[in-house]
């Protein structure tokens, strides 16, 4: 049973994920990823689907996980992590594993939880597998050079969703809502929720949470990307504060069919004070940045932020 962290004075020392990646100066899935290892401790085994926390992580031939890990098809996260968990309980079970059950997690981008990872993720919390896919959400598929994926927002730029004559906003759709897709549906889920970075014991705790309950989990960390959403690097944490502020992203647990909110908002301040601090939204005109905060109202009011956006002065 992994204990709950009442503060960041109170938080582990230890380390699983060390210094030494090529990841971006100021990347939001390395913090994300740094928080989770701390969190999960020692007896753990990643599963690390192809996209950014593989890649930059591990270029080249090496790692900075003190844990075992293994690389999984952007495909496959879910299906490689529940190959391993069956692993150990049937070691287990024939006497030729002794050992404590290691916990099993998932760290597969939006791309590969949301996207093309999310056949296999479903499958694995159908069967019921104790394992803790998490999606670590950088709004884009990032390691290929900032392409539209389903959480890519409307209205941003990527290179697949270039502003032009014909299509001036960009990218025209609205985002899949993973977290939700996966709470439904699935019998034998135990636990979702949603985090950031920005909240980073609040994070922690729910991996823990994640971790503890017996069968499945999935939590959606959303990790601001300063090369994808082209802001200086020195600014991720406080995108990640924004994006919650202005409800563009959703703190919650989801349990027994009910959304329990984890930041108490007082008002939420407009989207439009979070766009204009990305160039990936530069483009964007008056009826756009409308249309957006109609959506995000609409978002809020679904899991009960019911206080309404008032501009900051
Ligand atoms: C089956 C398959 N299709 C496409 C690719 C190419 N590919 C490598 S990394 C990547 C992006 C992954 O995006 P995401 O899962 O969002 O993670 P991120 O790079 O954003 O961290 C893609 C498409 C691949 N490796 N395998
Ligand atoms: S592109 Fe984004 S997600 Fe990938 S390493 Fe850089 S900051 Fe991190």
Same mark, same amino acid.
């Given at each position: 049973?992994?204990?709950?962290?009442?503060?960041?004075?109170?938080?582990?020392?230890?380390?699983?994920?060390? *210094?030494?990646?090529?990841?971006? +100066? /100021?990347? &939001?899935? =390395?913090?994300?990823?740094? !928080?989770? $290892?701390?969190?999960?401790?020692?007896?753990?085994?990643?599963?690390?689907?192809?996209?950014?926390?593989?890649?930059?992580?591990?270029?080249?031939?090496?790692?900075?996980?003190?844990?075992?890990?293994?690389?999984?098809?952007?495909?496959?996260?879910?299906?490689?992590?529940?190959?391993?968990?069956?692993?150990?309980?049937?070691?287990?079970?024939?006497?030729?594993?002794?050992?404590?059950? *290691?916990?099993?997690?998932?760290? +597969? /981008?939006? &791309?590969? =939880?949301?996207?093309?990872? !999310?056949? $296999?993720?479903?499958?694995?919390?159908?069967?019921?597998?104790?394992?803790?896919?998490?999606?670590?959400?950088?709004?884009?598929?990032?390691?290929?050079?900032?392409?539209?994926?389903?959480?890519?927002?409307?209205?941003?730029?990527?290179?697949?969703?270039?502003?032009?004559?014909?299509?001036?906003?960009?990218?025209?759709?609205?985002?899949?809502?993973?977290?939700?897709?996966?709470?439904?549906?699935?019998?034998?889920?135990?636990?979702?929720?949603?985090?950031?970075?920005?909240?980073?014991?609040?994070?922690?705790?729910?991996?823990?949470?994640?971790?503890?309950?017996?069968?499945?989990?999935?939590?959606?960390?959303?990790?601001?990307?300063?090369?994808?959403?082209?802001?200086?690097?020195?600014?991720?944490?406080?995108?990640?504060?924004?994006?919650?502020?202005?409800?563009?992203?959703?703190?919650?647990?989801?349990?027994?069919?009910?959304?329990?909110?984890?930041?108490?908002?007082?008002?939420?301040?407009?989207?439009?004070?979070?766009?204009?601090?990305?160039?990936?939204?530069?483009?964007?005109?008056?009826?756009?940045?409308?249309?957006?905060?109609?959506?995000?109202?609409?978002?809020?009011?679904?899991?009960?932020?019911?206080?309404?956006?008032?501009?900051?002065?």
């Amino acid at each position: 049973m992994l204990e709950r962290i009442p503060s960041i004075k109170k938080a582990p020392d230890e380390e699983y994920y060390v *210094p030494g990646h090529r990841t971006c +100066a /100021g990347c &939001g899935p =390395a913090l994300a990823y740094r !928080l989770t $290892a701390k969190a999960a401790g020692p007896n753990t085994i990643f599963v690390g689907p192809t996209g950014c926390m593989y890649v930059a992580n591990t270029s080249y031939g090496c790692g900075p996980w003190r844990v075992p890990w293994i690389h999984a098809q952007i495909t496959n996260g879910g299906a490689v992590a529940s190959g391993i968990e069956a692993a150990f309980k049937v070691l287990a079970r024939k006497k030729k594993y002794q050992g404590e059950i *290691p916990h099993v997690i998932v760290f +597969a /981008g939006d &791309g590969g =939880a949301v996207d093309i990872g !999310l056949q $296999a993720l479903s499958g694995m919390i159908y069967r019921g597998h104790d394992v803790l896919f998490i999606c670590y959400d950088n709004e884009s598929y990032a390691n290929t050079g900032i392409q539209t994926s389903p959480t890519t927002p409307y209205g941003a730029w990527t290179t697949f969703t270039p502003s032009g004559p014909k299509v001036p906003e960009g990218k025209k759709l609205f985002p899949k809502d993973n977290p939700k897709i996966i709470a439904h549906g699935h019998p034998e889920l135990k636990y979702v929720a949603t985090a950031s970075i920005g909240w980073p014991v609040d994070l922690m705790n729910k991996v823990r949470k994640g971790l503890n309950v017996e069968g499945p989990a999935y939590i959606h960390i959303q990790a601001p990307c300063p090369k994808g959403w082209q802001f200086p690097a020195d600014k991720t944490i406080e995108m990640a504060k924004l994006a919650v502020e202005t409800g563009m992203f959703q703190l919650y647990e989801y349990e027994n069919g009910e959304y329990k909110l984890s930041v108490k908002l007082e008002k939420r301040k407009p989207v439009a004070e979070y766009l204009k601090m990305q160039k990936r939204f530069a483009h964007l005109k008056p009826e756009h940045i409308e249309k957006l905060q109609a959506f995000v109202d609409a978002k809020c009011a679904e899991v009960g932020i019911m206080v309404p956006a008032v501009a900051s002065v």
